[in-house]
Every structure is written in C-alpha cells, then in structure tokens.
C-alpha cells in the first residue's frame, strides 16, 4: 500500500498490507502531497501536492 503525510514533515510512503517492509519513498520538496497515481508499467508514482497545486 502507498500512502502520504501531510504532518510537520511531509512524505510518501510504502509498506506491505500488513504493515511490515515500510519505507519512505519521498520526503523533501513536498507540500500537501495527495492524490496518487502509480505507474507500474513505466515504474513510477505520481502524486498531485495540494499547497503548490502541481502534479
């Protein structure tokens, strides 16, 4: 599962459904980031960041 945080440090984040081999995939330059969108073919994730209204 993917998921984002939007607390005093924002980040994105992965762990397996039940919980374990979590890790953070992203947690500098971001905002508000929410929104995401995964890729698998092209292995890649985006994601829209509600404060600075980007994808």
């Known amino acids: 599962m993917y ?3 939007w607390g005093e440090h924002p980040k994105i984040e992965r762990a397996n459904l ?3 081999e979590r890790l953070v995939l992203l947690n500098s330059s971001l905002g508000w980031p929410n929104g995401l969108a995964i890729d698998h073919a092209a292995g890649k994730l985006y ?4 404060k600075t ?3």
Do not use: F, H, N, Q
Not at 47 to 50: Q, T
């Open 3 to 5: 998921w984002t945080d």
């Open 47 to 50: 994601w829209g960041d509600a």
């Open 18 to 20: 039940d919980g374990t």
């Open 53 to 55: 209204d980007k994808i």
